[in-house]
């Protein structure tokens, strides 16, 4: 029998998206679509032979809230997300509503997103977020630290299905976005700081580019300390993460600066 070819399969729900996939292979998961299209950079995008729709599948689309956490579908657009107000996470409606345009958010998934280590993947791992995992042999959960680089954390025919969120208050987000060329990369910054009766209680430190940053180490050096800091120990926060950064040896030499300076500045304005 011939192999049919450009074909848009759309499944009901997770019970016949896997038989499905196991049928074809190679078939391309869509959601928004834009990661796609930008890959292609072409004025009308070529699609695979074989496209899985994920619009019927209503669990990608939910969000729900507890007292404790909030939960999103991996097919949730980004402006819906953004459109939740104030139950969303300061850090996660920041860092969403700096990326692209409105049109882009439109169409855009936070699950697509993360599967691109997009820029949503600075606050999943900052709130320390957990991901569903799904494939036909059942459901596994990740934290968002260790899905930093997805093609090597995801098995074969398995998908990012939900996304689980912490609702923990922190007294300041600071947010940073740094655009550079190709070869020197870019990424989102992001500080959070939870302050206890004049008492740093939390930080972390986040920097998602095209990998993952975040030296938990280094978290605990100011945890515990009176604010405002002193100004030594701000510079010595500094180059904790420089020890860190030399020790991974990347990202290049412009991003490291900016990644150190931002450090630093935020940090600094604990101490003024």
Request: proline fraction near 6%; include cysteine; glycine fraction near 8%.
């Amino acid at each position: 029998m011939a192999v049919l070819h450009n074909q848009v399969l759309r499944p009901a729900g997770f019970s016949e998206l896997f038989p499905v996939w196991s049928r074809y292979p190679d078939a391309i998961l869509f959601a928004g679509g834009t990661a796609l299209i930008r890959s292609q950079g072409r004025e009308l995008p070529k699609l695979p032979d074989n496209v899985l729709s994920l619009e019927k599948i209503d669990e990608l689309h939910r969000i729900t809230r507890t007292e404790r956490y909030l939960e999103i579908g991996a097919a949730v657009k980004l402006s819906d997300i953004i459109a939740l107000g104030k139950i969303v996470p300061g850090a996660f409606s920041r860092t969403l509503r700096g990326i692209a345009g409105p049109s882009i958010r439109n169409l855009a998934t936070i699950g697509g997103n993360l599967c691109v280590c997009g820029d949503a993947t600075a606050p999943m791992a900052a709130l320390d977020a957990r991901y569903e995992l799904r494939s036909a042999g059942g459901i596994r959960w990740i934290s968002a630290n260790r899905f930093s680089s997805l093609p090597m954390n995801l098995q074969a025919q398995e998908l990012l299905s939900r996304i689980r969120i912490p609702l923990e208050q922190w007294t300041y987000t600071i947010y940073r976005k740094f655009c550079s060329p190709p070869e020197n990369d870019g990424g989102v910054l992001l500080i959070l700081v939870q302050n206890q009766k004049d008492i740093l209680a939390k930080i972390q430190i986040v920097f998602a580019g095209h990998t993952l940053f975040r030296d938990k180490n280094s978290e605990t050096f100011l945890e515990g300390k009176a604010l405002p800091l002193d100004r030594k120990e701000a510079f010595h926060y500094r180059d904790l993460w420089k020890t860190y950064l030399d020790g991974l040896g990347k990202p290049g030499p412009l991003l490291r600066s900016k990644i150190l300076n931002g450090i630093e500045a935020a940090i600094l304005g604990l101490a003024d």
